[in-house]
Antibody, heavy 117, light 107 residues
Framework: QLLESGGGLVQPGGSLRLSCVAS????????MTWVRQAPGKGLEWVSA????????NYADSVKGRFTISRDNSKNTLFLQMSSLRAEDTAVYYC????????????WGRGTLVTVSS | EIVLTQSPATLSLSPGERATLSCRAS??????FAWYQQKPGQAPRLLIY???NRATGIPARFSGSGSGTVFALTISSLEPEDFAVYYC?????????FGGGTKVEIK
C-alpha cells in the first residue's frame, strides 16, 4: 500500500514537503509518480521518478518549484514543494507504476494541500 | 503536450444499460493509453492499459478499444458500482496527461 502525509494549510509563497511510504512491494524496482486533483476537478499529473532516481520529469506548471525524490532504503517517495500558489491547492496522490511504463496500478489515499492566506 | 478530450462530460444511464465513453488525443499516442475509474472520496483505479488490456481483477464487462487518436471505453451492462468518473491517460509523450473525465451517473 501507499500512505501519503505532509499535507496541510500553507500561505502563498510557502513550502511543504509531502511523503509517501510504500509497503507490500519492492519499492526500488518501481518508478513512482505524484498526481494531484484540485477540489471538484480532474486529475493532473505532477511529477515522476525512476526506480533508481536517475530520471525525473515534471509538469510545466510545477517545473522549477517542485522537486521529486525518493529514499529507497526507507521505501519513501517525496515531493518538495516551494513557491506555492493558490492553484496548487489539491489532493496529492502518490502512485506506483504497473503493467507497463507509466501506467499506475497502486494509489495512495491522498493528502490535501491548501494554499491560502 | 498531448491533450486528451473526453466526451461526453456526463452520461446518464440506467443499470443494465450499455455505456460508451470516448477519448480523443490531439496527436497519435499509438496504444500507450489507459482508463481509470474514480469514485467519490477514493483514489483512481486502473481499469485498462495499452488501450485494450484489462488490469487484474477488472470485470469482463469493461472493455477498451482504439489506437492512434481515438479511444473508447465500453461497459457492456452497467452495475450499480460502475457509476463513477472515468479518466483516460496517455503515456506516449512527456508530460503524461489525463483527460478531463466523464461522469457516469444514474438516470
Amino acid at each position: 500500500q501507499l500512505l501519503e502525509s505532509g499535507g496541510g494549510l500553507v500561505q502563498p509563497g510557502g513550502s511543504l514537503r509531502l511523503s509517501c511510504v510504500a509497503s507490500g512491494f519492492t519499492f526500488s524496482n518501481y518508478p513512482m509518480t505524484w498526481v494531484r486533483q484540485a477540489p471538484g476537478k480532474g486529475l493532473e499529473w505532477v511529477s515522476a521518478i525512476s526506480g533508481s532516481e536517475t530520471s525525473t520529469n515534471y509538469a510545466d506548471s510545477v517545473k522549477g518549484r517542485f522537486t521529486i525524490s525518493r529514499d529507497n532504503s526507507k521505501n519513501t517517495l517525496f515531493l518538495q514543494m516551494s513557491s506555492l500558489r493558490a492553484e496548487d491547492t489539491a489532493v496529492y496522490y502518490c502512485a506506483k507504476e504497473g503493467y507497463s511504463y507509466w501506467y499506475f496500478d497502486l494509489w495512495g489515499r491522498g493528502t490535501l494541500v491548501t494554499v491560502s492566506s | 503536450e498531448i491533450v486528451l478530450t473526453q466526451s461526453p462530460a456526463t452520461l446518464s444511464l440506467s443499470p443494465g444499460e450499455r455505456a460508451t465513453l470516448s477519448c480523443r488525443a490531439s496527436q497519435s499516442v499509438s496504444s500507450y493509453f489507459a482508463w481509470y475509474q474514480q469514485k467519490p472520496g477514493q483514489a483512481p483505479r486502473l481499469l485498462i492499459y495499452d488501450a485494450s488490456n484489462r488490469a487484474t481483477g477488472i470485470p469482463a464487462r469493461f472493455s477498451g478499444s482504439g489506437s492512434g487518436t481515438v479511444f473508447a471505453l465500453t461497459i457492456s451492462s452497467l452495475e450499480p458500482e460502475d457509476f463513477a468518473v472515468y479518466y483516460c491517460q496517455q503515456r506516449r509523450n512527456w508530460p503524461l496527461t489525463f483527460g478531463g473525465g466523464t461522469k457516469v451517473e444514474i438516470k
